[in-house]
């Protein structure tokens, strides 16, 4: 069946922009989570949605950060006045459950130039 | 200090080579052990999952968990060269919150 797909696959901005960064998960899965990794450097988590239950948000890494799940599938993560170090791949996890195993979409690379 | 240590590497074998991976963790609370394999410019795919201390075989590859040294592996057996990738290891405890290490970069030559 299809994957966890995320768009677009490469993001271009200028500092100071805002951007929105799209996942769509496996279907049927009530758990999503969005991770970043830079260059060279492990995921490092930014936050998860599980079912109706509030987002844990603890790794967001500034109020510039936010993210949404609409109808419990779709969701979007937006980074407002775009920095430079934000630049990194942004990816997309669901899975089943918080406990299940989580399947990772390709990615949407960041660059702020 | 991190709560998942992975050297980085870069390991370089030949082909036919045991691979031996590994990860060493603080909080005794993490009991979900994962291994994910990522290839250049692609996403994380999983390769083994494990619950609690154990081993898990799966072909060529074997998970081992040891709680009580906190520390967890992969063994690749009869490497290969499409075994190229960088292996990430990664834990959680009952929450969603999986904690990855910063990833192993391995080369396996014909």
């Known amino acids: 069946g299809a994957g966890v797909s995320q768009s677009p696959s490469n993001k271009v901005t200028e500092k100071g922009k805002d951007v929105e960064l799209r996942c769509d998960p496996i279907s049927g899965h009530t758990a999503l989570y969005w991770y970043r990794q830079s260059l060279g450097q492990g995921l490092e988590f930014l936050i998860y949605?599980?079912?109706?239950?509030?987002?844990?948000k603890s790794g967001l890494p500034s109020d510039r950060f936010s993210a949404e799940r609409t109808g419990g599938s779709v969701s979007t993560l937006t980074i407002q006045r775009t920095q430079q170090e934000d630049s990194a791949v942004y990816l997309c996890?669901?899975?089943?459950?918080?406990?299940?195993?989580?399947?990772f979409g390709p990615g949407t690379r960041l660059t702020v130039t | 200090q991190k709560e998942v240590e992975q050297d980085p590497g870069p390991l370089s074998v030949p082909e036919g080579a045991i691979v031996s991976l590994n990860c060493t963790y603080s909080?005794?609370?993490?009991?979900?052990f994962m291994w994910y394999r990522q290839y250049s410019r692609k996403g994380p795919e999983l390769l083994m999952y494990t619950y609690s201390s154990g081993n898990k075989e799966d072909g060529r590859f074997t998970a081992q968990v040891d709680k009580s040294s906190k520390y967890i592996s992969l063994f690749i057996r009869d490497s290969q060269p499409s075994d190229s990738a960088t292996y990430l290891c990664a834990t959680s405890s009952n929450t969603g919150k999986l904690i990855f290490g910063q990833g192993t970069t391995l080369q396996v030559k014909p």
């Open positions: 996890a669901s899975s089943l459950d918080m406990k299940a195993e989580r399947y």
């Open positions: 909080n005794s609370a993490f009991q979900y």
């Open positions: 949605f599980q079912g109706n239950s509030a987002p844990d």
